[in-house]
């Protein structure tokens, strides 16, 4: 059985990043004799996101330019795409783009522990599905302890930023190979870029095998 590492750099709050990470699970369906292991990285689309958030919609205007009907079809290609991978996007007009470096902060503790996966997908699920604060401190450590994580030990994390230079540290050197936007895969040594198809992220892997 060959082995291949599958770097997802990817940010909480990016909704073509779990239709990303849900396409990847299907393209490993199809890997008979590779076992993929996933890692992930921190990205903020988001950097200088105030602590209260911002409505999404406006948010989703301002920086990409758009208007009120573009975003809306956008909004509902997501939720089609989602469909597509298994996964729920409940969108609406109150729905907030929120500041996720404690998120980070949180997922690179889960990862020591060797739960970062769970995390990961528990703050995906409450973000887009559930609409919850994930910036908010009782919230992430509920979500913490609902992936086996210990309750004390998360709220400590939070509490004292005691990650926080690593996680800047972590995205800042993601940023220097390169990577401007998320998803990106990278797969041996070739970065893929988007929430690319089942078949296209299977062939990579395959490719990185074989090397």
Known sequence: MQKVTVNMVSDVVCPWCIVGYQ??????????DIEVDIKFHPFELNPNMPEEGQNLREHI????????????????????????????????????????????????????KGLEEQMKL????????DGKDINDNAVLVKLAAGAGLDKSQASEVLESGKYASVVREEETLWM???????PTFVIGNQGVAGAQEPATLASFIKEAASQ
């Open 23 to 32: 396409r990847l699970q299907e393209a490993i369906k199809t890997l008979d």
């Open 61 to 112: 205007m301002e920086k990409y330019g758009i208007g009120a009907e573009q975003s809306a079809q956008n909004r509902a290609r997501l939720v089609e795409a989602g469909k597509d991978v298994g996964f729920a996007f409940n969108f609406d007009d109150d729905s907030r783009m929120q500041n996720t470096f404690k998120a980070h902060q949180l997922i690179h503790f889960a990862a020591e």
């Open 122 to 129: 528990s703050l995906f699920s409450a973000y887009f599905t």
């Open 176 to 182: 220097q190979r390169g990577i401007q936007s998320v």
